[in-house]
């Protein structure tokens, strides 16, 4: 259905006012076709199955988020298969969160947060309040990696991420189709499969020839396994983002001594930050929104003394509100306010041993 070269439906390019629309097809194209090749003679059968198709994210409008298929000129475009709902897809909060938190970023004209996105991305700030900033670093990792690409190849993948997002965390009054039990029936038949993050790293074992590995019982998860489990990943987040805070503050540090730096030194010194800090690929990237960034590319043609002022000031208050906050609801910290708690309370038994004894 979707290549055309093989009698799918003619996927085109159409030309509007100031404008063109890439890799388009419209609901009558669709319509047809179904009856076509699935020798449908009511219209309204192939209505109704094209709406199937779409409200599970296969085939999309490109002008709402409305998931049916419309008899008429409404443009669709086809979903990535990486995106399709067959690889079984259970997307988290987190993948969510990084998601919205990157059309922060992006083009707002275009990808502007509706009034449902701003409230369910300040919901998730606040319950992913202590790796947040790992949330943003990832986001804004993405958008780098998006402006490498074609404006073209940008407009229709943000399209195609967006309709994935429209089927699992559907516009309020919309069906969450992601619920229905042919989804359910599908993770059953692959029991062995565990599904990577949408924007994670994959992790997907291959299910075994029963021939070749000899079956072993499958021992229970247990309470003390989640546990465990949770308390590895909270070790992960927490030693990453103290790496980060590292980071920052160096960076911090490399701006106080430029400004310090004599005139001739200056322009050196600066490129040296930017290949550390900043430029494409960086060792040591620091997070930085998109605004402070672009302002900051510009100081760098020019360079001077308060180069990095923007930077320097967006890092220092993320360290203020993020690092400085998790340094006090550190073990390390606490233990050491328990320890000058015993501390005194130690010292305070022996000034009242020594004056009941005198």
Not at 140 to 161: F, G, M
Request: with cysteine; hydrophobic share 35%; proline share 5%.
């Amino acid at each position: 259905m979707q290549d055309d070269k093989t009698g799918g439906v003619p996927i085109r390019t159409v030309k509007s006012f100031l404008s063109k629309i890439p890799s388009v097809v419209t609901g009558a194209d669709i319509v047809q076709w179904l009856m076509k090749n699935l020798s449908i003679e009511d219209p309204g059968e192939a209505i109704h199955l094209g709406s199937l198709i779409a409200a599970q994210g296969y085939v999309f409008p490109i002008s709402d988020h409305v998931l049916t298929l419309k008899d008429d000129g409404t443009f669709y475009r086809f979903q990535a298969p990486y995106f399709w709902p067959s690889n079984c897809w259970e997307p988290e909060n987190t993948d969510y969160a990084i998601y919205l938190c990157k059309r922060t970023m992006q083009n707002k004209a275009r990808l502007e947060l509706a009034d449902y996105e701003a409230e369910n991305l300040a919901r998730l700030q606040r319950a992913f309040a202590r790796k947040w900033e790992f949330i943003f670093m990832q986001a804004e990792a993405q958008v780098k990696i998006d402006r490498k690409k074609d404006k073209t190849e940008r407009k229709i993948l943000d399209s195609q991420e967006r309709a994935f997002w429209d089927v699992h965390r559907p516009v309020p009054g919309c069906v969450n189709t992601t619920e229905m039990d042919i989804r359910k029936c599908r993770r059953m038949k692959n029991p062995q499969k565990v599904k990577k993050s949408v924007y994670g790293v994959t992790e997907e074992s291959q299910p075994q020839s029963p021939v070749h590995v000899p079956s072993q019982p499958v021992r229970k998860t247990t309470k003390e396994d989640f546990r465990k489990q949770i308390t590895f990943l909270n070790m992960q987040i927490e030693r990453h983002c103290l790496k980060m805070s590292k980071v920052a503050e160096r960076f911090w540090l490399a701006v106080q001594d430029l400004k310090k730096q004599p005139l001739q030194d200056v322009t050196t010194r600066v490129e040296e930050i930017w290949q550390e800090f900043l430029a494409p690929g960086a060792q040591s990237a620091i997070n930085l929104d998109s605004h402070s960034y672009e302002k900051t590319s510009q100081n760098v043609k020019d360079p001077g003394r308060y180069t990095y002022e923007d930077a320097q000031e967006h890092i220092y208050k993320l360290m203020k509100s993020d690092s400085y906050a998790r340094f006090l609801r550190s073990n390390a910290y606490q233990d050491l306010l328990l320890a000058k708690k015993k501390g005194k309370s130690l010292a305070s038994k022996r000034l009242t041993g020594l004056m009941q004894s005198s």
